[in-house]
């Protein structure tokens, strides 16, 4: 049997819309308001039930930044700002998971115990992530055969960031921290990015199916685990857009295997011991270099070091338009520099002239075959930006590392993947028994399933649309429509193709939920036609209401005696009646009146 050149498997972390996971507030944002209150903490890693101390945890800890919170009186409380102890999970949540579990074919666990899992990154005001295993072992059906679904579970989500390591300090919403998220990770049994993206999908259909998914950006996300032989397990974090997950799957399966190439080059190349960081500061006392003139006038120091054998080697491109030269630098950020500068660069674009490098290559003692790393910031800050890049290229095999999404769909460094010594107990919330009754009730509210609503869409619209709603983040707002009374394909078209002309047009419809509902109210009572949905909804966009639009643009609906005087006054002509009202006459309602005239 061959072996496989790919394994992959994906995590979905998708936001609940129910209310918060361990206080009552409720899980709506504030982006646009400003806060009620604003605290400034430090966080510092724990140690685990082990006395270990997870390597994640202590990188972030090095840093020894400050954290801001921003609090909002409607949606933030005392357990948001970790002044007093969580309440029981909320239920509505709980039973949500239990019933995707079920859809899933899981083993729903016996107790529901949460545990605190270590986060100093700031997105959490306690230092740690509440969350709780809700089942193990499923598994669903796909195109490529069935994929496992290893675990469930139900977390908080983080607080939201607005600023990044400025002046030492990190920025944060509490708003958004606290609203349940859906964890569901999958085993490593998908085989292509076009299998992964599949699958995505699918789990996030499954989601949206229950009607209590939560809509907009960054309400769900995806992290996907790529490994191939030889290579190890890397985790991309942050996959927002579906098209793109295909184009991260190969690019990281060439990145590690353009690592295994550059790897055999290095066989022979040993790594110095302790490689002795130099300051170079007086090389560049006259340099015509803005950047780093910039920083010597600040106070910064230029701090580098040799590496032995590696001429070449920095510049050996690993991802589309990223050197290995890139991956340290990455590493190097994580200290709180903005970069390196190496040899195998054109230095000549930074302004360092050919006396500076020669001079670098001296006092450094660079040979024929090695390279040089250097950076320019305050001294302790450089030697620690430093001591990451030596560690990272003494490194003689592939390791396992969380990394960040780009837009291009490369990826970049952020931190070592965690360890077991950063889940522990949370001792401030009891387990929670899961009985039969339980499973039941989770079932109903967990809704009827993807199968049952592709069935249902089915029977409701034609197959191309079926098609796009069941994967459409406005599922929930179209059942609602046809609740209402709306035809189904007039629902749809509204969603699916007139908001996103209008979008494409710049009007945003921020609410489509509410401003829809409001819309077709309107529309079912008879007020105005189909066709003049397209030129009410800008109206809408800027905050008017629909009585208000159909006054000041006569677009009110002509039907009754005005619709036969018009009709008789066209002399039954259609196709002229249509032309000067098509906005306000329904043309199966004139067809009707003039078979019957």
């Known amino acids: 049997m061959e072996e496989p050149i790919l394994k992959c498997g994906i995590e979905i972390h998708q936001r609940l819309d129910t209310g918060k ?255 002795q960081v130099m300051d170079l500061t007086e090389i560049f006392a006259n340099t015509e270099s803005g950047l780093i003139n910039r920083g010597i006038v600040s106070g910064q120091r230029v701090m580098g070091f040799r590496l032995q054998g590696h001429k070449g080697i920095l510049g050996t491109e690993l991802q589309p338009g990223k050197r290995y030269g890139t991956e340290l630098a990455d590493y190097a950020k994580t200290a709180g520099v903005k970069g390196i500068i190496h040899s195998d660069e054109e230095l000549s674009k930074y302004k360092i002239s050919s006396e500076e490098f020669t001079k670098l290559r001296e006092n450094l003692e660079v040979g024929e075959e090695d390279a040089f790393v250097f950076v320019v910031a305050e001294e302790g800050t450089a030697r620690m930006a430093l001591a990451r890049v030596k560690e990272r290229a003494a490194l003689r095999e592939i390791i396992g590392e969380t990394r960040k999404v780009n837009q291009d769909g490369t990826s970049a460094y952020m931190r070592p993947l965690p360890g077991k010594a950063r889940m522990y107990p949370e001792t401030d919330i009891r387990a929670i028994d899961i009985t039969q009754t339980t499973l039941i009730e989770a079932k109903q509210r967990a809704g009827e399933g993807l199968d049952a609503k592709k069935k249902k869409l089915d029977d409701l619209l034609n197959p191309e649309m079926a098609k796009r709603m069941i994967k459409s983040r406005h599922l929930k707002t179209f059942e609602k429509l046809v609740e209402m009374g709306v035809e189904p394909m007039l629902a749809a078209a509204t969603l699916e193709d007139t908001l996103v002309a209008l979008r494409r047009e710049g009007v945003e419809i921020k609410n489509p939920e509410t401003t829809l509902s409001d819309l077709f109210e309107h529309y079912l009572k008879g007020e105005f036609v189909k066709s003049a949905i397209i030129e009410i909804l800008p109206a809408m966009a800027e905050g008017k209401g629909v009585l208000e639009i159909l006054e000041e643009r006569q677009l009110h609906k002509i039907s009754g005696e005005p619709l036969k005087k018009l009709v008789l006054e066209h002399n039954k002509n259609l196709g002229e009646i249509m032309k000067n009202y098509r906005l306000r006459v329904d043309a199966k309602e004139v067809k009707e009146l003039m078979n019957s005239l």
């Open 21 to 275: 996971l361990f206080c009552r507030c409720p899980s709506t944002l504030s982006e646009d308001e400003k806060p009620d209150l604003q605290i400034i903490r430090n966080l510092r890693a724990s140690e685990s039930e082990m006395g270990e101390l997870d390597r994640a945890a202590r990188l972030e800890q090095e840093k020894q930044l400050d954290f801001k919170y921003d609090a909002f009186r409607r949606n933030c409380c005392l357990v948001e700002t970790d002044e007093e102890p969580p309440l029981p999970i909320d239920h509505e949540a709980l039973l949500l998971v239990l019933g995707v579990a079920q859809q899933l074919n899981m083993r729903v666990v016996d107790q529901v115990h949460t545990m605190r899992k270590i986060v100093v990154d700031g997105s959490n005001t306690s230092g740690f992530q509440r969350t709780a295993l809700i089942a193990t072992n499923g598994f669903m059906e796909t195109s490529q055969g069935k994929v496992g679904i290893d675990t469930i579970a139900v977390e908080e989500e983080s607080a939201g960031i607005l600023e990044t390591e400025k002046s030492g300090l990190k920025h944060y919403r509490l708003d958004r921290l606290g609203i349940p998220l859906i964890e569901l990770a999958t085993s490593p049994d998908i085989v292509s990015g076009e299998h992964c993206k599949e699958v995505a999908e699918k789990i996030g259909m499954i989601l949206r199916a229950t009607g209590k998914a939560a809509r907009g950006l960054g309400t769900i996300r995806q992290d996907v685990n790529i490994s191939i032989p030889q290579g190890t397990r890397v985790e991309i974090k942050g996959v927002q857009d579906l098209k793109l997950i295909p184009k991260i799957v190969e690019i990281e399966v060439n990145r590690q295997k353009n690592l295994l190439t550059l790897l055999e080059k290095l066989k022979g190349v040993q790594p110095e011991e302790n490689p």
